[in-house]
């Protein structure tokens, strides 16, 4: 059973097109998050929300849209997509509820974004 | 501001040797810091944790973290490696804002 789940694993597209990559988690926790890592293998912060609400928003650029329906699930939307938007992209949730930063994060297995 | 730094962004060592991975961090409050493998086409699993409990923590695949105040320090270590231990590490930190600060990975390189 995949506890963080993200689809699609690859996305190539063309610059300038509107995408989507979705996460659920059956783990049952209230914060999810989405990080970029770079082909540098330097991972950030871009969103995190914490039963649906939004709580962290990283200067990331407008075109970039989280979007959490249910505390299981949260989306990314990207508009207008630039070539320095490739990336992949880790969705991730943990159980925190306030601000205790103790519990771990579990991570799903990334979407490989390529911008052509 | 906080910040996490990996010294060595390889490292190599033969199979059966010790692995030392480095961490240094810079927290102004007290912190949790995590050890994250990541292997490849995969996504990050934990390794361990330090939540200001023991400072000696254990994790998984037999690796161990020491976390030394006086130093600023959480280095990772296993005392043999195997193969398929050859992945990328990364050092994190959390100061309680639901937000990781990772470091920059060190990869871990095993030679027969």
């Known amino acids: 059973d995949t506890a963080v789940s993200q689809t699609p694993k690859y996305l190539v597209t063309q610059m300038g097109n509107d995408k989507s990559i979705k996460c659920e988690q059956n783990l049952g926790h209230d914060t999810m998050y989405w990080y970029k890592q770079d082909s540098k293998k330097f991972l950030k912060i871009m969103f995190s929300?914490?039963?649906?609400?939004?709580?962290i928003n990283e200067t990331v650029p407008n075109r970039f849209s989280p979007k959490s329906p249910d505390k299981a699930h949260l989306n990314l939307h990207i508009n207008s997509l630039e070539l320095g938007d490739s990336a992949v992209y880790f969705c991730?949730?943990?159980?925190?509820?306030?601000?205790?930063?103790?519990?771990?994060?579990?991570f799903g297995n990334g979407t490989r974004l390529t911008v052509t | 501001a906080q910040s996490v730094t990996q010294l060595g962004s390889h490292v190599s060592v033969s199979e059966g040797a010790l692995v030392l991975l480095r961490c240094n961090y810079s927290?102004?409050?007290?912190?949790?810091l995590f050890w994250y493998v990541q292997y490849p086409n995969q996504g990050l699993q934990l390794l361990l944790k330090y939540t200001s409990a023991a400072t000696l923590v254990k994790g998984i695949n037999g690796f161990e973290a020491e976390f030394k105040k006086s130093e600023t320090s959480f280095h990772l270590t296993k005392p043999s490696a195997h193969m398929s231990d050859a992945a990328e590490y990364f050092c994190?930190?959390?100061?309680?804002?639901?937000?990781?600060?990772f470091g920059t990975g060190t990869r871990l390189l095993v030679s027969p």
């Open positions: 929300y914490n039963n649906k609400e939004l709580i």
């Open positions: 927290s102004s409050v007290p912190p949790y």
């Open positions: 991730a949730s943990s159980q925190e509820t306030g601000h205790g930063g103790r519990s771990p994060l579990h």
């Open positions: 994190a930190l959390n100061t309680g804002f639901q937000k990781l600060v």
